[in-house]
């Protein structure tokens, strides 16, 4: 049935594998919740919080908002256009004469003289 030999090999090894990973995460799980029911650790609940402590963090919130406008404002007119590069000084020699030069080195096979 299979086109290529050894695929049902490699398909139930990969069912095995994938089916103990899940394993160790379920076994991971259970842990933590076990670890958290031994400690006592709970996190907190929105029973216990007034409306006054939401609104206050808000007000806070405001105020580091618009402090992190200002800043990033500030930054951009401070902020230089970058220019354009110079354009590179001209060479010593055109490049007709390096043409030029390289075939006589490449017919005489040394420096000119």
Known sequence: MNSVPGTSNI???SVIIIGFLIAVYLLLWL???TIRKITG???A????????DIAA???????????AAIAVVLEMENETVPHEFPLPPTALVSAWQAV????ILKRHGGRPR
């Not at 609940?45 to 006054?52: A, E, R, V, Y």
């Not at 963090?57 to 402090?67: F, H, I, N």
């Open 45 to 52: 609940t929105t029973d216990n919080i007034s409306l006054m």
């Open 11 to 13: 398909l139930s090894s």
């Open 57 to 67: 963090p808000e007000k806070d919130l405001r105020a580091k908002v618009a402090a």
């Open 31 to 33: 842990c933590i919740l």
């Open 100 to 103: 030029k030069r390289a075939d």
């Open 41 to 43: 650790y709970h996190s």
